[in-house]
C-alpha cells in the first residue's frame, strides 16, 4: 500500500458527461500528479500540482482540469468525455527534498470507462 | 527535454534464470532514475531508483539495477526470476536541468514462464 488513496475505483459514464476523481496523497507530501494510461498511449503525465498550486503542465486536454485544495487531496474532472477518454487515470504523491521533487508514489488508480 | 527508452515491449525468461531489463534515457543535466512495476489492475509500485553513489542500487524484491552513464543506461536485474515476477515494468527519468520533468518509459511486459 503506498499511501496515496483514490476514489472511485471504477467509473462508467456515457459521452458527453462530466466526472471529478478524487485523490488523497501522502501524509506529508506536497506534490501531486495526474497520469493516464491507456492501452496504446503508455503512461502520459497529464498535470502537476504542489501545495495548491499548479507546478506543471503535460498531455491535458482542455476539457479537463485539475485543483488541489488546502487539506492537499486533489480532484481531477474530466467533461465533454468522449470514447476516447477511457482509460485508467493515475493519482501520485512526491516529497521535495532541496527543491527536486523525489520518488512518486502512485495511487492504485480509477478504471473510466465512456460508454 | 530528456527521454527515456525501452527497446524491448516484451521480455521473456524461465523461471530460476536471470532477467534483465532494458532501459536508456537522454537528459540535459543529471538524472534521477527510477523502475516501477505494475502487477495488473494495479497502480505502479517503486521498485528502485538512482540519484547519485553507488552505479549499483538495489531494490525491492530481490531487483537490483545499474546506471552507466557511458552507455545512457539503467538496466533492471534480478539474478534468479519467479513466476511473481511476471508484471509491466516502467523506466523512469527526472533531468534536474530541465524543470524537473519526469518521463516514463513505454513499459516492458516481462514474462517468467516456470
Known amino acids: 500500500d503506498s499511501g496515496v488513496t483514490q476514489t472511485p475505483k471504477h467509473l462508467i459514464t456515457a459521452t458527453g458527461q462530466r466526472v471529478t476523481l478524487r485523490c488523497s496523497p501522502r501524509?506529508?507530501?506536497?506534490?501531486v500528479y495526474w497520469y493516464q494510461q491507456s492501452l496504446d498511449q503508455g503512461l502520459q503525465f497529464l498535470i502537476q500540482?504542489?501545495?495548491?498550486?499548479?507546478?506543471a503542465k503535460g498531455n491535458i486536454l482542455e476539457r479537463f482540469s485539475a485543483q488541489q485544495f488546502p487539506d492537499l487531496h486533489s480532484e481531477l474532472n474530466l467533461s465533454s468525455l468522449e470514447l476516447g477518454d477511457s482509460a485508467l487515470y493515475f493519482c501520485?504523491?512526491?516529497?521535495?527534498?532541496?527543491?527536486?521533487?523525489?520518488?512518486?508514489?502512485f495511487g492504485p488508480g480509477t478504471r473510466l470507462t465512456v460508454l | 527535454a530528456q527521454s527515456v527508452a525501452q527497446p524491448e515491449d516484451q521480455v521473456n525468461v524461465a523461471e530460476g534464470n536471470p532477467l534483465t531489463v532494458k532501459c536508456t534515457y537522454s537528459?540535459?543535466?543529471?538524472?534521477?532514475l527510477f523502475w516501477y512495476v505494475q502487477y495488473p489492475n494495479r497502480g505502479l509500485q517503486f521498485l528502485l531508483k538512482?540519484?547519485?553513489?553507488?552505479?549499483l542500487v538495489k531494490g525491492s524484491y530481490g531487483f537490483e539495477a545499474e546506471f552507466n552513464k557511458s552507455q545512457t543506461s539503467f538496466h533492471l536485474k534480478k539474478p534468479s526470476a519467479l513466476v511473481s515476477d511476471s508484471a509491466l515494468y516502467f523506466c523512469?527519468?527526472?533531468?534536474?536541468?530541465?524543470?524537473?520533468?519526469?518521463?516514463f518509459g513505454a513499459g516492458t511486459r516481462l514474462t517468467v514462464k516456470p
Open positions: 538512482y540519484i547519485t553513489g553507488d552505479n
Open positions: 500540482y504542489y501545495n495548491g498550486e499548479e507546478r
Open positions: 523512469a527519468v527526472r533531468d534536474t536541468g530541465n524543470n524537473n520533468d519526469m518521463r
Open positions: 537528459v540535459s543535466g543529471n538524472p534521477y
Open positions: 501520485a504523491s512526491s516529497v521535495e527534498v532541496a527543491g527536486i521533487t523525489d520518488t512518486q508514489y
Open positions: 501524509s506529508g507530501d506536497l506534490s
